[in-house]
């Protein structure tokens, strides 16, 4: 719900939640197949098998067949012990860590009896040989031991192939970031306007987090991106918990270049979390729950500057309201998570999660321009889950979860009869806030059902063969009503000193009720063939069906399509250390709700704009406010937009489409008294098509209630619209004694036309083709407006580097930390406004807007920013206090400082030049005119904002048991 002056249809946008709509699907369990043989190689079968864990209730035991395997399946992400036995031979036990969808596939080699038991301590697989996507798992106990952010996001942003996209939001090998898909617990918890995260979770609570980046499988639908699939701690045997406080103060931070350090807010910001689980009833049910809490106040500045053409006195300003003034946004947060994990028997667990949270912000700036316009904002977010996983025999389980996310945000200027100003000068609100907090809020849910069968069987080899069927229903309902009193006073020439200003025109909106609907079914098999030692296959297909309805419960838009997933992975000794592999993978990417519901008004409420008519010259806010000052009948309308008279979706809509295409190489190595580890080598490109975008002006109109022709907004698949990745990623870890080191670097590049998507405009399309063809004829050429070229997230070399160490002393023990961060310098577009007039002409309607915006040399992202690179240190150390009931209690505390050398890199510039000018048509006019460079034109523009980020500190402590 933010507003944006665009005479296209002033785009009624959204209130940015920051925070992601696709189904509940993934894998949350962990798989051992495993074979037993004697020395000579032989198979032996009736050997026992049992699996212990503390992620585990009860036993798990196993015989093993004919052929000497064995097979346990749905196991939950934890440390296992394996234990092997067979009467006259000796017991073997093997320790493994198993992550999120990981397959351990140990040879167990069992001896004649000498009456010893041989213990092997195996270490986590670099490479699963038995799938062939590309994934990476977190332990959040180990991430917690790095100065990094422990979200979903953080984590994910370790991953090679992963940037920060547009609005800062993550991108997965160069898709749009709204193409990503959130799971927690196995629950879509995703924002149905941005597709991004749309709940709050708690981070002690989380157990791991699996990012899944490409080679996806059949079981993975509505993604062009990735997965960032995470899982809360389900308890144990054993209570635990922990009591944490992370605290940060802005005063002891490093400044940036020009940033004034009294102006730093000198308040204590304070994080509390606890964290509890254990048995109520052993090795048959558990719970796990977490409280999070916070007050956190934020200093802001209000950054409009009020200009005056007319010579009033425009440029006046009072320091207490206007431009430099300052405010504190305060924070209140409340996080609540709950699961029960209940094991019926062996073979049938399960498990119920629930999360919910509440935020209360004061003072939200929502392009205030002044302190009037400040609004207060409450966001809620939801999320309930039922899962049930049986194993019905040794080779057939079955895999079932419903559940639901709920969201819901609302913010807006005060009840008190004062409409906001728009002032054109600038862009920024003044006299209110924006926004109605009274009308309902803006409520995204979803409903999702998941049911997925597993066979195992053998022939040729032996197979896991998933079949599976989704069902996701997002649900919007939004009246989006954009200011309190229904009206926005359009005005130009403020004096926010004498709160006068000239009128232009007043803003009128209409609300719509009811809800709108967007259904996707998905149907799929997915077949794991593992041929031999050597080879493994992935042979998948889904079909994926999604529809859209608007409040009435008519159909607007579907579609259908068949994705096939491809993939091989060959092991070249047979022993895990040399792996290849390659693949094929199509995606149906998401058809994002905001293009299906732009032909309803969940979100888009009609905006009709009067004339003013009042009194000439500058009249006070009070005047500027009373309706008789505008023409409010049919003949003063002088913009009107409704998403149900001329705005349409194609009833040939086709979902977009990504074919992926990926070669990899694996190295496994441990060698005595250097170390072991590995390195990972994947090369991937991606092409999109059947992108989603608007077209205006070539398509017919139809007539507002003046009367007037309004040309017809249609959005469809646009062939001329562009996008396309490539990426070389080099991942690698390396144990040696207590230090661990890892990291990854990825060169990529990410070129297109069409962005589709602004920081807080989702779903926005590009408008490649619009009003630039009438009756045949071409009013302007397209390639000056929309441009092929690097995209914002194109991020040419990017390195994540870590290392740890963690060590014993008399004091307890301590953890150092590292990360080093680089990121070649973004590309940014030579620009330059130009009136409609000169860049095509006074045929193009008005419609189009009043001005556009022209890319030097026809070329999108030509000029290069710096580069940014940082060193960041984290420190923890536990002491240990005393026992309880035979449990260690510890207390711990832990610092973390950001760009721990305050490395102060000038890495943005200025890139401003002078609008368009000249006549079009002429050869030194309109488009053709001379290129004329800003005078701050690659200067730093004296701001803080330019310079990279000061060093930063922060601490944590509390109590572990």
């Known amino acids: 719900m933010h507003l944006l002056n665009n005479r296209l249809g002033r785009l009624t946008a959204l209130i940015a939640l920051g925070g992601a709509a696709l189904y509940s699907q993934g894998t949350q369990t962990a798989n051992v197949t495993g074979s037993v043989q004697d020395a000579a190689g032989a198979p032996i079968a009736g050997a026992t098998v049992r699996l212990t864990s503390p992620a585990l209730q009860g036993v798990r035991t196993y015989s093993t067949d004919a052929s000497g395997k064995f097979i346990a399946r749905l196991l939950p992400p934890g440390f296992y012990t394996i234990d092997v036995t067979k009467e006259g031979m000796d017991a073997r036990k093997i320790t493994q860590q198993l992550g999120i969808d990981q397959t351990f596939s140990p040879k167990i080699t069992l001896a004649k009896s000498g009456g010893a038991v041989v213990e092997v301590i195996a270490a986590a697989p670099a490479v699963d040989k038995t799938d062939v996507k590309t994934a990476t798992n977190f332990r959040n ?44 617990d196995g629950q879509n918890v995703a924002d149905n306007a941005y597709n991004n995260r749309g709940v709050r979770t708690i981070d002690d609570a989380i157990e791991e987090t699996q990012v899944v980046t490409g080679a996806m499988s059949a079981e993975y639908g509505d993604v062009e991106g990735g997965v960032i699939n995470s899982i809360t701690r389900s308890g144990s045997n054993e209570f635990s918990g922990s009591l944490r406080w992370e605290l940060g103060n802005p005063s002891w931070n490093a400044t940036q270049p020009y940033q004034n350090r009294s102006a730093l807010n000198n308040v204590l910001n304070e994080e509390k979390t606890i964290f509890l689980s254990g048995p109520i009833l052993k090795d048959k049910l558990w719970f796990a729950a977490s409280f999070f809490k916070t007050d956190r106040s934020t200093a802001g500045t209000i950054s409009a500057n009020i200009t005056d053409a007319f010579g009033v006195g425009g440029t006046a300003n009072n320091p207490a309201v206007g431009l430099g003034a300052g405010y504190v946004t305060q924070t209140k947060e ?120 597993s066979l195992f069987w053998n022939a040729a080899g032996s197979h896991q063969t998933d079949f599976g069927v989704d069902y996701y229903e997002g649900t919007r309902t939004a009246k989006n009503e954009q200011t309190p009193t229904g009206y926005i006073i359009e005005v130009i020439g403020m004096n926010l000193v004498n709160r006068t200003a000239w009128g232009s025109a007043i803003w009128a909106y209409q609300s719509g009720s009811g809800s709108a609907k967007n259904d996707s079914y998905g149907l799929y098999v997915n077949d794991k063939w593992s041929l031999d030692q050597h080879w493994n296959f992935q042979l998948g297909l889904r079909f994926d069906k999604y529809e859209a309805k608007n409040e009435g419960g008519s159909k607007t838009a579907g579609a259908n399509g068949l994705s096939p997933r491809l993939g091989t992975k060959y092991d070249i000794f047979g022993d895990s250390k040399h792996i290849v592999g390659a693949s094929f993978a199509r995606y149906n990417a998401k058809v994002l709700e905001g293009i299906t519901n732009s032909v309803t008004s969940q979100g888009n409420p009609t905006e009709i704009d009067y004339a003013y008519i009042g009194p000439a010259g500058a009249q006070s806010f009070a005047s500027l406010q009373n309706l008789a000052n505008y023409d409010m009948t049919a003949s003063g309308i002088v913009y009107y937009n409704d998403p149900k008279l001329n705005v349409r979706l194609s009833d040939k809509l086709k979902a977009p489409t990504v074919d992926e295409i990926q070669l990899n190489y694996a190295y496994s190595f441990n060698f005595a008294g250097i170390g072991d580890g590995y390195v990972k080598v994947t090369a991937v490109s ?113 390195m994540r580097l870590t290392g740890n160490r963690t060590s014993n002393n008399q004091w307890g023990k301590t953890s150092v930390g590292l990360v080093y961060r680089f990121d070649s310098g973004a590309h940014y577009s030579n620009t330059r406004s ?99 460079r800003s005078s701050t034109f690659g200067t730093d523009l004296k701001s803080a904002s330019t310079y990279g980020t000061a060093r930063t500190i922060t601490a944590s402590a509390g109590f572990r048991f």
């Open 141 to 184: 106990d180990t991430v917690d031991l790095l100065p990094n952010a422990r979200t979903m996001e953080g984590v994910a942003l370790l991953t090679p192939g992963v940037t920060s996209g547009v609005g800062g939001r993550v991108q997965i090998r160069g898709a749009m970031t709204s193409g990503n898909l959130y799971l927690l």
């Open 334 to 453: 409340i996080r609540r998570q709950a699961k029960l994990t209940w094991s019926v028997n062996q073979d049938h667990t399960v498990i119920a999660s629930f999360m919910n949270a509440r935020i209360d912000d004061t003072n939200r700036n929502y392009s205030a321009g002044e302190l009037l316009s400040l609004v207060p904002q409450v966001s809620t977010s939801e999320f309930a889950n039922v899962a049930w996983r049986a194993a019905w025999s040794s080779n057939f389980t079955t895999d079932t979860r419903i559940g639901r996310k709920k969201q819901n945000l609302s913010a807006g200027g005060s009840a008190n009869g004062q409409s906001p100003f728009y002032l054109v000068d600038n862009g920024f609100f003044y006299n209110n806030g924006i926004f109605n907090n009274t009308d309902g809020g803006d409520q995204r849910d979803n409903k999702t059902l998941n049911f997925k069968a």
């Open 686 to 798: 991606k092409k999109w098509k059947n992108l989603i975008d608007y077209s205006i002006g070539n398509q017919g109109t139809v007539n507002d209630p003046t009367g007037t022709p309004v040309y017809i907004n249609v959005w469809d698949n646009n062939p001329d619209a562009e996008r396309k990745y490539k990426g070389l990623e080099i991942e690698g870890n390396f144990n040696r004694n207590q230090w661990n080191f890892g990291g990854n670097v990825t060169w990529s590049e990410l070129k297109g036309n069409y962005e589709g998507e602004g920081t807080s405009t989702p779903a926005r399309g590009e408008g490649i083709n619009r009003f630039n063809v009438q009756d045949n004829v071409t009013l302007y050429n397209n390639q000056d407006t929309a441009p092929y070229g690097y995209l914002t997230g194109h991020n040419p070399l990017r």
């Open 834 to 932: 130009i009136t409609r007039a000169r860049l095509g002409g006074p045929t193009i309607s008005s419609q189009f807007g009043t001005t556009g915006t022209q890319y030097m040399d026809q070329t999108r992202g030509a000029g290069v920013y710096n580069a940014q690179a940082y060193l960041d240190l984290a420190v923890t150390h536990d002491f240990p206090l005393f026992k309880v009931a035979g449990k260690d209690v510890t207390a711990f505390g832990k610092i973390v400082i950001g760009n721990v050398f305050n490395h102060q890199q000038q890495v943005l510039f200025g890139t401003a030049y002078a609008a368009a000018t000249g006549t079009y048509g002429t050869p030194t006019g309109g488009v053709n005119s001379p290129w004329v």
